[in-house]
């Protein structure tokens, strides 16, 4: 059938859903096969190191998802089974970069009437120092330690001070049910964030939390254009013509930090005088003579993905300062957030995987979400189109061919180089229609004569338009077509905040 590729590489079977018509990205395609030398570096640990035990660890299955496009070591839309080890590049460094969506009670047109007043308060809350996010050690150890449930525990330390105003207690522990491992990873240790965590009783801002990051990282104001699954949108709070909010990001620097410590660790339980493996791809494997590292990683992976969880909660408490002082308030409901990078535990037939996501959605079906109130419906998967493009939220179907995943995105077309070279009609197009917040404001006059800050601003416009993606229509089409997840509605970007 149409939009499915299946190949064997080494020794493994992968299967690549792709839109139609879509030929995979040569230098994607370069990656994976360095990826999948992995077994030729199992094979040799497990002739030298007796860390893993022949076939108990191998490489299961690995798919594409539709927005399989070139990452940096491993592609962006790679999903790996693995049976008693794991690989951290196959999560990535942004580690739980992520997904969060809001339903509301706001009209565009509401919207629409105070745009002006909106774009400047946005300007100021998210770019110009207007975050106000206060937290004292004791809530930052509690946060890398407990993830939002570490929060709940401590949150009277800022006694509702800058944005803690909207922290209600009764609604946070409800919205955990909403968040994909309640958005809480036990830890052991805070490895290398002495310094961030600061002093236990003292309130003081740090740089992070609250921060969109940069790429195709996103808080997106959008209306819902169409409704697919009436049933399943009414349970959701999905009303044609409303306003949601869906974003985009992770754990920033704490992630990379992160990543850092989680190579040096797979390099240090590397076997002295073994070659080290070309691709600079290294498992850490589940064994007893390696628990130190196994136990440290899961640590360090935890408290990166931890802060990814809040980063999102202070997101959204940003957006709805901003409706607040403009607009007078509104309600907002978190209907769901889940990451796309990072590594699950998953049981199978009565033996334990892992699952690797690297820009990749979590997408289980009525049997995965059981005792939740998606029980009935599936997992929400939310999947954005490209800037100025269609997003949509669908229903997971808990495909395990695909292994319980879907696209986390468009995916990319066209190299951020190149999509910032000509293109020049379609980003007028694109300019004249579309409202984007960034830190630069290039309406300022003092702005007018610094041609160098302007053209920095425009070639991170152009490298992030509609044009440089695959069409989220046809990326949307395959999921349905190979039962992935199921479309539930369709949204429009009102206006978009990137750094």
């Known amino acids: 059938m149409k939009y499915k590729i299946e190949w064997k590489d080494r020794k493994n079977e992968i299967t690549c859903y792709l839109p139609e018509e879509s030929v995979p990205d040569k230098n994607a395609v370069a990656e994976l096969h360095q990826m999948t030398a992995l077994e030729e570096t199992l094979e040799r640990l497990e002739s030298v190191s007796g860390y893993f035990q022949g076939d108990a660890s191998q490489i299961k299955k690995i798919i594409l998802t539709p927005d399989f496009h070139k990452g940096a070591g491993i592609p962006i839309g790679t999903v790996m089974m693995t049976k008693g080890f794991v690989v951290p590049q196959a999560m990535g460094n942004d580690i739980n970069c992520g997904m969060r969506f809001y339903t509301t009670d706001l009209s565009e047109?509401?919207?629409?009437?105070?745009l002006p007043e909106l774009k400047a308060k946005v300007r100021h809350i998210f770019f110009e120092g207007g975050r106000q996010i206060p937290m004292t050690g004791r809530q930052r150890e509690a946060l890398f330690h407990y993830g939002l449930e570490g929060l709940l525990e401590t949150h009277q330390d800022s006694d509702k001070s800058g944005l803690w105003r909207y922290y209600q207690r009764e609604t946070q522990e409800r919205w955990l049910n909403r968040t994909v491992f309640r958005g809480s990873l036990k830890t052991a240790d805070t490895e290398g964030l002495e310094d961030f965590?600061?002093?236990?009783?003292?309130?003081?801002?740090?740089?992070?939390?609250?921060?969109?990051?940069?790429g195709n990282h996103f808080l997106e104001v959008q209306r819902v254009a169409e409704i697919y699954d009436g049933q399943t949108a009414n349970a959701w709070n999905l009303k044609k013509g409303a306003v949601v909010v869906m974003l985009h990001t992770g754990s920033l620097t704490i992630g990379h930090h992160s990543g850092f410590i989680n190579r040096k660790i797979c390099q240090d339980i590397y076997p002295v005088g073994l070659t080290h493996p070309e691709n600079k791809i290294y498992p850490i494997p589940e064994s007893c003579t390696a628990q130190n590292a196994w136990n440290r990683f899961w640590s360090v992976s935890g408290n990166a993905a931890n802060f990814g969880f809040?980063?999102?909660?202070?997101?959204?408490?940003?957006?709805?300062?901003?409706?607040?002082?403009?607009?007078?308030?509104?309600?907002?409901?978190?209907?769901?957030?889940?990451?796309?990078?990072?590594?699950?535990?998953?049981?199978?037939?009565?033996?334990?995987?892992?699952?690797h996501r690297k820009g990749a959605c979590c997408a289980g079906g009525c049997e995965e979400m059981a005792g939740t109130e998606f029980a009935y419906y599936g997992e929400p998967v939310m999947i954005p189109g490209s800037?100025?493009?269609s997003s949509y939220m669908l229903r997971g179907l808990g495909n395990p061919d695909a292994l319980w995943s879907a696209s986390h995105g468009a995916g990319r077309k066209k190299s951020r180089g190149d999509a910032i070279k000509g293109n020049?009609?379609?980003?007028?197009?694109?300019?004249?229609?579309f409202h984007v917040i960034t830190p630069i404001d290039p309406s300022r006059n003092d702005l007018k004569s610094r041609t160098d800050i302007l053209k920095k601003w425009e070639e991170t416009i152009r490298a992030e338009?509609?044009?440089?993606?695959?069409?989220?229509?046809?990326?949307?089409?395959?999921?349905t077509s190979h039962e992935m997840a199921a479309p539930v509605a369709r949204m429009e970007p009102v206006f978009t905040v990137k750094s």
């Open 109 to 114: 047109e509401k919207i629409q009437e105070k």
């Open 197 to 214: 965590i600061g002093s236990y009783d003292q309130l003081t801002y740090d740089d992070q939390i609250g921060t969109i990051g940069g």
């Open 310 to 355: 809040a980063n999102r909660l202070f997101l959204g408490f940003m957006i709805q300062e901003v409706f607040t002082q403009v607009l007078g308030g509104c309600d907002m409901e978190l209907l769901y957030d889940a990451p796309h990078n990072y590594i699950w535990k998953k049981r199978v037939n009565g033996e334990d995987y892992f699952i």
């Open 387 to 389: 800037m100025g493009s």
């Open 424 to 433: 020049d009609e379609a980003f007028r197009q694109f300019m004249e229609t």
């Open 465 to 479: 338009a509609p044009y440089a993606y695959k069409d989220i229509n046809e990326v949307i089409a395959v999921h």
